[in-house]
């Protein structure tokens, strides 16, 4: 597929979609819908992994694919400060399944559901040419607790959750040689990344207590924090910048680099996959919401920019020179 970008296909959508009902509180482009349903608003999304294109399946056992695949659904919820409540699953499977495999997908799609406090109740199976597996979550959050993509405002600063980079790290040494990463295969940090991979955190708690501080946008980081920051700011109508000394580069990365030319903090900036919540809050929010995201969850909080006016990316470098910032990422019809 040519001749448009994810971004791009996605705006067309919104226009096509934009005749909502009144019950429609926020339509598509953000990182769920929001609609009135009695006392709270109802935060529903969906997400699909398709073999080839998300994973590949020599890669990835049956459990861990399904753990991910609700957890990035939950991971989307937790960017609207929301708690997730019910899933949906449906199946697309080529000839060459085996029920086992079916029953262990299962299996984890079962803890996550454990771990997120939610229930799976109902869903769909369809023979296909690969492995889709595609999750629909509906969850909720108080009528003026959501916080969406679109109210970032200059002076406000930048935050992240976590470190960054570990799943991009965790995907370079999956698809390496085994031959030339088999000391990594075998260590611990290179364990971590694995896991990094493919048994991501929806960081829904850190959600909820980053609105409750007065988060004005907030998003999680699914193709990147480059990619990912550009599309907060274009909802917002704003610009960002971000001190690259003080991206939170996930440790292993600087180890992986031994073995493997990677440079970890452009993994951090563009390697994707590491659902850690992306927000803009006010400065004098910033300190008091760090501490209690680390006191309650054990989580970092990284303050690693501003909101200025404008529009796009500055990068600052360690000696505060600035300079544009590509927003690379995950595109899945990007070039």
């Given amino acids: 597929m040519t001749g448009?970008?994810?971004?791009?296909?996605?705006?067309?959508?919104?226009?096509?979609?934009?005749?909502?009902?009144?019950?429609?509180?926020?339509?598509?482009?953000?990182?769920?819908?929001?609609?009135?349903?009695?006392?709270?608003?109802?935060?529903?999304?969906?997400?699909?992994?398709?073999?080839?294109?998300?994973?590949?399946?020599?890669?990835?056992?049956?459990?861990?694919?399904?753990?991910?695949?609700?957890?990035?659904?939950?991971?989307?919820?937790?960017?609207?400060?929301?708690?997730?409540?019910?899933?949906?699953v449906s199946l697309g499977l080529p000839p060459d399944i085996e029920s086992a495999w079916v029953v262990e997908l299962f299996g984890g799609l079962r803890d996550a559901a454990a771990e997120y406090a939610m229930s799976l109740v109902g869903g769909d199976m369809s023979r296909a040419r690969e492995v889709v597996v595609s999750i629909a979550v509906t969850g909720e959050v108080a009528k003026n607790g959501a916080v969406t993509r679109a109210g970032a405002r200059p002076g406000d600063c930048v935050v992240v959750t976590g470190r960054l980079g570990a799943a991009g790290g965790g995907l370079r040494l999956a698809q390496a040689p085994s031959h030339e990463v088999g000391v990594a295969l075998a260590s611990e940090w290179g364990r971590e990344l694995l896991t990094a991979q493919v048994r991501p955190v929806a960081r829904v708690g850190e959600g909820q207590t980053l609105a409750q501080a007065g988060a004005t946008a907030m998003m999680d980081i699914s193709d990147g924090l480059a990619i990912d920051l550009s599309r907060l700011c274009r909802e917002s109508g704003v610009a960002a910048t971000v001190r690259l000394v003080d991206v939170p580069v996930a440790p292993q990365l600087f180890e992986l680099q031994r073995h493997l030319p990677v440079e970890p903090?452009?993994?951090?900036?563009?390697?994707?996959?590491?659902?850690?919540?992306?927000?803009?809050?006010?400065?004098?929010?910033?300190?008091?919401?760090?501490?209690?995201?680390?006191?309650?969850?054990?989580?970092?909080?990284?303050?690693?920019?501003?909101?200025?006016?404008?529009g796009g990316l500055i990068a600052i470098e360690a000696d505060g020179s600035e300079r544009p910032l590509e927003p690379r990422g995950w595109d899945h019809f990007g070039g």
């Fill in 4 to 88: 448009f970008n994810e971004d791009e296909l996605v705006a067309v959508v919104r226009k096509i979609l934009s005749d909502q009902s009144s019950e429609v509180r926020l339509g598509p482009g953000d990182d769920a819908a929001l609609v009135r349903m009695g006392p709270h608003l109802g935060v529903l999304t969906t997400d699909m992994l398709v073999e080839g294109v998300h994973f590949v399946r020599d890669a990835i056992s049956a459990r861990d694919l399904g753990y991910k695949a609700l957890t990035v659904n939950v991971s989307d919820v937790a960017a609207m400060g929301g708690s997730p409540r019910y899933g949906l």
């Fill in 265 to 310: 903090l452009d993994l951090a900036l563009s390697g994707g996959d590491d659902y850690e919540l992306l927000a803009a809050l006010p400065a004098e929010a910033v300190a008091s919401a760090a501490k209690r995201v680390l006191e309650r969850f054990g989580t970092p909080l990284t303050r690693i920019g501003d909101i200025r006016e404008g």
